[in-house]
């Protein structure tokens, strides 16, 4: 049953000639190198609540930076109830379920073999994906959600939105063994962008944007969240080969090269358009190339990291520029970012691949990929405009006129980010 985790994850654990087990069938190197890699995706979370907290305005960075704490409270707890199950339990069709999965309940002393760690770990390892996914959402939408509608709305989306993408790329689904996703290009990058370009052109821009200056309130916090999220980063594309080896080497050398590949030609390009290069564009330009290697760590040469990390920014770049003309507001470019970067990564993928790579030729791969980045972009778009809209209308999503006026912060919270009155 395991051995459709590693053919779904792309780990190479299968092609190992032997694993450093213990007596009690424990991998103890690779099983201390995911502990770690799950605390590495866990403190992306944090990180990525410093980064968006930076960049909206004074009142309203406290309800902003909730957003990524609460995700880590409510889909914590879904992902143990019954998210794993859903994702990784036996297949039946839309999603997968397995009864010894709910609460976890059957897998106290389990060991997959195959890779030779605890159940256990493996589970926190994708929980912390099922975290991220939807936190990353909130960026869309910042500024104006009311907090008790977007923890509804999280809640409905990772289990009818997350579990069933990730299920079908990773769990013994119909795209699992076909698309190439290592670590989560279309499952979380593509399927939150676009949720997030739905959610927020349903709800509507921020009040008086764009006429009115909404500056980042702390841009030293932002560059600090990015610092956290490249590190964290490591985690998330080198913890995914499940193994600590030579695939573990591989994906996280590509995850450093695209990432200042990424940085660098952000900085190039606003260097040549403006004059300068600002720090947020540099921010911009490591995400780009992060996101651009997720779906590829596994799978392409250094050369590929560096084109991808560039195609990626340079995409990005024009994503956020076509933002601006469109008019629609997606505050902290999610879908700019996230989802222009993923499908980039997804598509771009296949000009580079290794040479070793067991996989069918170009052009079934390309469709295989392609396939695979649609099924996301149409199942998260209409499943985030369902989930939008029912929530919007019971329980209310969008905050009223005056409240938003007054702020997240005060009106949702009771609370200041920063102690400070003249609140911009």
Known sequence: MRHRFVW???LSALLTPALALGADGIDTGTTAWMLTSTALVLLMVPGLAMFYGGLVRTKNVVGTMMHSFAAMAIIGVLWSVVGYSMTFGTSYGWCGW???YFMLQGIDTAIMEDVGIPEYVFVMFQGKFAIIAPALIAGAFAERVRFRGYCVFIALWSLLVYNPL?????????????AIDFAGGSVIHISAGVAGLVAAIYLGPRKGYPASAMRPNNLV???MGAGLLWVGWFGFNAGSAVESGLKTAQALTVTQIAAASGAVTWMALEGWQHGKATSLGLVSGILAGLVAITPAAGDVLPYGALALGFLGAVACYGG???KTRLGYDDTLDVFGIHGVAGIVGGLGL???LRPDAA???????????AEGIGVSIGYAGVMTLVLVVLVDKTLGLRMEPSAESSGMDHELHGEHGYGLLNLD
């Open 221 to 223: 916090m932002t560059l």
């Open 350 to 352: 296949v000009l580079f």
């Open 359 to 369: 996989r069918p030729d170009m052009l079934t791969q390309f469709w295989y990929q």
């Open 98 to 100: 397995n009864p010894d």
């Open 320 to 322: 956020v520029l076509l």
């Open 166 to 178: 990730a299920h079908w790329v990773w769990g013994g689904g119909f795209l699992t063994g076909r």
């Open 8 to 10: 779904a994850l792309g």
